[in-house]
C-alpha cells in the first residue's frame, strides 16, 4: 500500500496534541521504514486512497470525529438527565451527582414548564413535578441552580416550545452569581420542528416558532457566544419509531431548515453555525447505530459545505449528545436494562459523542432512584477508564462492515432529504404530515416484528420469568403540587405587580413587531414574571398549534 501524503503530518499532529491519560503504557509500533513510534490510532501502513475517502479525525468531512485526538486528549461530557418534584429537590440530585463525578448537568422539566403552564393552571393539574421539576419563575430557577457555580459547570436543558424563557431565567440566575454570559457554557434544546412530529409539546406554530429560534440564534451569538443554541435532536424521532436512517434524514432536514431560517433573518453563517449542536438516540443495533453516527456527521458536513458554502471547519462540524434509548427499556426483568444501556452507551461512544447519558434500569416503571442513577453513571466511567475504547481515536474505522454501513446510512438518508426537498422543505413535509406518516408506518412494523416472534426483546416475548416482586420506586408526593402553587401564590404578592405588567407590555410589543424577543423576555423574566405570564403574551400575538390529526 501507498502511503498517504499527510499520514505522517497527522500523525505528527496527535502525537503532538495527544493528552494520553495513560504514560505508563509504553505501546509501540514499527512505524514506516523501522521507526518506533507511540501508538496511535493509525494504521501502520495508510492506503491513501482509504484516506482520501474516510479523511483523518478533525478534518472534514469528519467521518472519524470532530477533534484530532477524541477520547485521548479528553472524554466526553457524562450527563444524567435529571429534574423531578420542586426545584430544592431537584437541586440536591444535582449536587449528589456532581459529587459522583458528573461532568455536565441535564436539566428535566415537568410538562406544565415544557407547554408555558404555570403551576396553578388548570392546565397543569396533577402534572406538577411528574416528568420533570416545576419551574415557575426566575425564583424557583435561583434554588435550582443553588450552590452550583454557572461559569464552571456546563448545563443542557431538554426545553423546546419555552426555551426562550428558561433560557433567560438561566441567563439571569448566571447575572446574579456575577457569571458574564460570555462563561455561560451548555445547550438548550429549543427543537421545536421535532415537536410537531414526535412529541408533542408544542405551544406556537411553526413559523412563529423559527423566529423565535432565530431571534435566540441572534442574541446568544452577542451574548453568550459559548452556549449552544440548539441541539437538533432525531432522538424523540427515534423514540417514536423511526427507523435509523430516518433518524439521520430527518434531524439532519431540521437543521437545514433551522439554517435556511437564520440566513433568511440575514445571519452570517459562520456567527451561528458553530453553535448548533445535535442530540441522537443510542439503540442496541450496536455496529448499527455506530455507522449512524459517522454518516450522520459526514452527510451534514457536506451539507454544510456544498449547501451552504460554510468556509470554516467548525461550521460543518456535526457535534452531538447522546442518550440511550428509553424505548427499549423493559418493565419486565429491569436488570436487564443495565446491559442494554452498556452495549447503548458503547455504541455512542465508538460513534464518537461529545456527550452522554445513560438511562436507569427502573425507568421503565418510574423515575430513576439515586442507586440506579448512581449504576448508570457508573456504566459511563467502566467505558471510560476501564474498556480502553478511548485509547484509539476511532477504533472501528477500516472495517469493512462498518464502512458499508456507514456509505448505506448516508446514501438511504441523503435521499429521504432529497424527497423533502421536493415537498417543499421539511416544514412543508411537517404540516402535510409525509414525515409523521413515515415514522408512523416505521413504528408499527416494528412492534408487528415483535408480536409475530421475528424480533425478540429478552424478557417479554422470549425467556419470560414470573416476577413477583417490584424494585423500589420513587414517587412523586401529591403535595408537591400544592406546596409549588403556593409558593407561586407568595411570589406574586411579593413582587412589584406594576414592574412585571411593564415589562409583559414590551413583551407583547416586541412579539407583534420585528424587534428581537430575547432582551424583552430577559425584562420580564428579572422583574419575576412567571413562566405562564410570558407565553400567555407570546400566545396572544402569535397563536397556538392545533395538530390536524
Same mark, same amino acid.
Given at each position: 500500500?501507498?502511503?498517504?501524503?499527510?499520514?505522517?503530518?497527522?500523525?505528527?499532529?496527535?502525537?503532538?496534541?495527544?493528552?494520553?491519560?495513560?504514560?505508563?503504557?509504553?505501546?509501540?509500533?514499527?512505524?514506516?521504514?523501522?521507526?518506533?513510534?507511540?501508538?496511535?490510532?493509525?494504521?501502520?501502513?495508510?492506503?491513501?486512497?482509504?484516506?482520501?475517502?474516510?479523511?483523518?479525525?478533525?478534518?472534514?468531512?469528519?467521518?472519524?470525529?470532530?477533534?484530532?485526538?477524541?477520547?485521548?486528549?479528553?472524554?466526553?461530557?457524562?450527563?444524567?438527565?435529571?429534574?423531578?418534584?420542586?426545584?430544592?429537590?431537584?437541586?440536591?440530585?444535582?449536587?449528589?451527582?456532581?459529587?459522583?463525578?458528573?461532568?455536565?448537568?441535564?436539566?428535566?422539566?415537568?410538562?406544565?414548564?415544557?407547554?408555558?403552564?404555570?403551576?396553578?393552571?388548570?392546565?397543569?393539574?396533577?402534572?406538577?413535578?411528574?416528568?420533570?421539576?416545576?419551574?415557575?419563575?426566575?425564583?424557583?430557577?435561583?434554588?435550582?441552580?443553588?450552590?452550583?457555580?454557572?461559569?464552571?459547570?456546563?448545563?443542557?436543558?431538554?426545553?423546546?416550545?419555552?426555551?426562550?424563557?428558561? %433560557?433567560?431565567?438561566?441567563?439571569?440566575?448566571?447575572?446574579?452569581?456575577?457569571?458574564?454570559?460570555?462563561?455561560? !457554557?451548555?445547550?438548550?434544546?429549543?427543537?421545536?420542528?421535532?415537536?410537531?412530529?414526535?412529541?408533542?409539546?408544542?405551544?406556537?406554530?411553526?413559523?412563529?416558532?423559527?423566529?423565535?429560534?432565530?431571534?435566540?440564534?441572534?442574541?446568544?451569538?452577542?451574548?453568550?457566544?459559548?452556549?449552544?443554541?440548539?441541539?437538533?435532536?432525531?432522538?424523540?424521532?427515534?423514540?417514536?419509531?423511526?427507523?435509523?436512517? !430516518?433518524?439521520?434524514?430527518?434531524?439532519?432536514?431540521?437543521?437545514?431548515?433551522?439554517?435556511?431560517?437564520?440566513?433568511?433573518?440575514?445571519?452570517?453563517?459562520?456567527?451561528?453555525?458553530?453553535? %448548533?449542536?445535535?442530540?441522537?438516540?443510542?439503540?442496541?443495533?450496536?455496529?448499527?447505530?455506530?455507522?449512524?453516527?459517522?454518516?450522520?456527521?459526514?452527510?451534514?458536513?457536506?451539507?454544510?459545505?456544498?449547501?451552504?458554502?460554510?468556509?470554516?471547519?467548525?461550521?460543518?462540524?456535526?457535534?452531538?449528545?447522546?442518550?440511550?434509548?428509553?424505548?427499549?427499556?423493559?418493565?419486565?426483568?429491569?436488570?436487564?436494562?443495565?446491559?442494554?444501556?452498556?452495549?447503548?452507551?458503547?455504541?455512542?461512544?465508538?460513534?464518537?459523542?461529545?456527550?452522554?447519558?445513560?438511562?436507569?434500569?427502573?425507568?421503565?416503571?418510574?423515575?430513576?432512584?439515586?442507586?440506579?442513577?448512581?449504576?448508570?453513571?457508573?456504566?459511563?466511567?467502566?467505558?471510560?477508564?476501564?474498556?480502553?475504547?478511548?485509547?484509539?481515536?476511532?477504533?472501528?474505522?477500516?472495517?469493512?462492515?462498518?464502512?458499508?454501513?456507514?456509505?448505506?446510512?448516508?446514501?438511504?438518508?441523503?435521499?429521504?432529504?432529497?424527497?423533502?426537498?421536493?415537498?417543499?422543505?421539511?416544514?412543508?413535509?411537517?404540516?402535510?404530515?409525509?414525515?409523521?406518516?413515515?415514522?408512523?408506518?416505521?413504528?408499527?412494523?416494528?412492534?408487528?416484528?415483535?408480536?409475530?416472534?421475528?424480533?425478540?426483546?429478552?424478557?417479554?416475548?422470549?425467556?419470560?420469568?414470573?416476577?413477583?416482586?417490584?424494585?423500589?420506586?420513587?414517587?412523586?408526593?401529591?403535595?408537591?403540587?400544592?406546596?409549588?402553587?403556593?409558593?407561586?401564590?407568595?411570589?406574586?404578592?411579593?413582587?412589584?405587580?406594576?414592574?412585571?405588567?411593564?415589562?409583559?407590555?414590551?413583551?407583547?410589543?416586541?412579539?407583534?413587531?420585528?424587534?428581537?424577543?430575547?432582551?424583552?423576555?430577559?425584562?420580564?423574566?428579572?422583574?419575576?414574571?412567571?413562566?405562564?405570564?410570558?407565553?400567555?403574551?407570546?400566545?396572544?400575538?402569535?397563536?397556538?398549534?392545533?395538530?390536524?390529526?
Amino acid at each position: 500500500m501507498a502511503e498517504h501524503p499527510k499520514a505522517r503530518e497527522w500523525e505528527e499532529k496527535v502525537l503532538k496534541k495527544s493528552l494520553h491519560r495513560f504514560p505508563e503504557r509504553k505501546e509501540k509500533f514499527t512505524h514506516h521504514g523501522g521507526e518506533e513510534v507511540p501508538r496511535v490510532a493509525c494504521p501502520e501502513s495508510i492506503d491513501a486512497p482509504y484516506v482520501e475517502k474516510l479523511g483523518f479525525p478533525g478534518q472534514y468531512p469528519f467521518t472519524r470525529g470532530v477533534q484530532p485526538t477524541m477520547y485521548r486528549g479528553r472524554f466526553w461530557t457524562m450527563r444524567q438527565y435529571a429534574g423531578f418534584s420542586n426545584a430544592a429537590e431537584s437541586n440536591k440530585r444535582y449536587r449528589y451527582l456532581l459529587e459522583h463525578g458528573t461532568t455536565g448537568l441535564s436539566v428535566a422539566f415537568d410538562l406544565p414548564t415544557q407547554i408555558g403552564y404555570d403551576s396553578d393552571d388548570p392546565m397543569s393539574v396533577g402534572e406538577v413535578g411528574k416528568v420533570g421539576v416545576a419551574i415557575d419563575s426566575l425564583a424557583d430557577m435561583e434554588v435550582l441552580f443553588d450552590r452550583i457555580p454557572l461559569d464552571t459547570v456546563s448545563t443542557s436543558m431538554t426545553i423546546n416550545a419555552s426555551a426562550s424563557v428558561l %433560557l433567560a431565567m438561566y441567563v439571569a440566575v448566571a447575572e446574579k452569581q456575577g457569571v458574564p454570559g460570555e462563561k455561560i !457554557q451548555g445547550t438548550i434544546q429549543n427543537d421545536i420542528l421535532k415537536e410537531y412530529v414526535a412529541r408533542g409539546t408544542y405551544i406556537f406554530p411553526p413559523r412563529p416558532s423559527l423566529r423565535i429560534i432565530t431571534d435566540i440564534f441572534q442574541w446568544c451569538s452577542k451574548h453568550t457566544p459559548a452556549f449552544n443554541t440548539i441541539s437538533i435532536s432525531g432522538y424523540h424521532i427515534r423514540e417514536a419509531g423511526s427507523t435509523a436512517v !430516518q433518524e439521520v434524514a430527518f434531524t439532519l432536514a431540521n437543521g437545514i431548515a433551522y439554517v435556511q431560517a437564520a440566513l433568511d433573518a440575514g445571519m452570517e453563517l459562520d456567527s451561528f453555525a458553530r453553535r %448548533l449542536s445535535f442530540f441522537f438516540n443510542a439503540s442496541s443495533d450496536l455496529l448499527e447505530e455506530v455507522a449512524k453516527f459517522r454518516a450522520a456527521r459526514r452527510l451534514w458536513a457536506r451539507i454544510m459545505k456544498e449547501r451552504f458554502s460554510a468556509a470554516k471547519p467548525s461550521s460543518m462540524m456535526l457535534r452531538f449528545h447522546t442518550q440511550t434509548a428509553g424505548n427499549t427499556l423493559t418493565a419486565q426483568q429491569i436488570d436487564n436494562n443495565v446491559v442494554r444501556v452498556t452495549l447503548q452507551a458503547l455504541a455512542a461512544v465508538l460513534g464518537g459523542t461529545q456527550s452522554l447519558h445513560t438511562n436507569s434500569r427502573d425507568e421503565a416503571l418510574a423515575l430513576p432512584t439515586e442507586d440506579s442513577v448512581r449504576t448508570a453513571l457508573r456504566t459511563q466511567q467502566v467505558i471510560a477508564y476501564e474498556s480502553g475504547v478511548g485509547d484509539s481515536v476511532d477504533p472501528l474505522a477500516g472495517s469493512y462492515f462498518i464502512e458499508q454501513l456507514t456509505d448505506g446510512i448516508e446514501a438511504q438518508a441523503s435521499e429521504l432529504i432529497d424527497t423533502i426537498d421536493r415537498a417543499g422543505g421539511v416544514v412543508a413535509a411537517i404540516e402535510d404530515g409525509f414525515v409523521q406518516r413515515q415514522i408512523e408506518n416505521s413504528a408499527y412494523d416494528y412492534q408487528q416484528e415483535i408480536e409475530r416472534g421475528e424480533r425478540v426483546v429478552v424478557g417479554v416475548n422470549q425467556f419470560q420469568t414470573d416476577e413477583k416482586v417490584r424494585p423500589p420506586l420513587l414517587r412523586i408526593d401529591p403535595e408537591v403540587e400544592r406546596a409549588q402553587v403556593q409558593r407561586l401564590k407568595a411570589l406574586r404578592e411579593s413582587r412589584d405587580n406594576g414592574q412585571v405588567q411593564a415589562a409583559l407590555a414590551k413583551l407583547g410589543e416586541a412579539a407583534r413587531s420585528e424587534a428581537n424577543l430575547m432582551p424583552a423576555i430577559l425584562e420580564a423574566v428579572r422583574s419575576y414574571a412567571t413562566l405562564g405570564e410570558i407565553c400567555r403574551v407570546m400566545r396572544d400575538a402569535f397563536g397556538e398549534f392545533r395538530d390536524a390529526g
